[in-house]
Nanobody, 126 residues
Framework: QVQLVESGGGVVQAGGSLRLSCAAS????????MGWFRQAPGEERRFVAA????????YYADSVKGRFTISRDNAKNTVYLQINNLKPEDTAVYYC???????????????????WGQGTQVTVSS
């Protein structure tokens, strides 16, 4: 089992940048594929980015390609989401998620993930 804690959210102006972090408990972080999702008010939770257990493979939602970068540091049990050129439509609660998986696969569906953090709020002002 793994516990996830997100941080790094905040209020930023459009065009700014943020780096979100997701710290995982336990000593088996490198056996988990990770994902980031976001949920805006009144909307369903949507996929943002995913990374496989080693960090060799990543995948992004079309809406964030070129602006978002997912990465991980297995030595620090942490996955990151670098967000550049923030837009008001990026305003949402951002969640990280984990799935026990050692392989090349990345996962875009929320139902694939067994573990979730509590979320961190990102608000972009225009």
């Amino acid at each position: 089992q793994v516990q996830l804690v997100e941080s790094g959210g905040g209020v930023v102006q459009a065009g700014g940048s943020l780096r979100l972090s997701c710290a995982a408990s336990g000593r088996t972080f490198d056996t988990y594929a990770m994902g980031w999702f976001r949920q805006a008010p009144g909307e369903e939770r949507r996929f943002v980015a995913a990374i496989n257990f080693s960090g060799a493979r990543t995948y992004y939602a079309d809406s964030v390609k070129g602006r978002f970068t997912i990465s991980r540091d297995n030595a620090k049990n942490t996955v990151y989401l670098q967000i550049n050129n923030l837009k008001p439509e990026d305003t949402a609660v951002y969640y990280c998620a984990a799935r026990n998986s050692r392989g090349d696969s990345v996962y875009t569906g929320a139902n694939y993930y067994a573990y979730w953090g509590q979320g961190t709020q990102v608000t972009v002002s225009s």
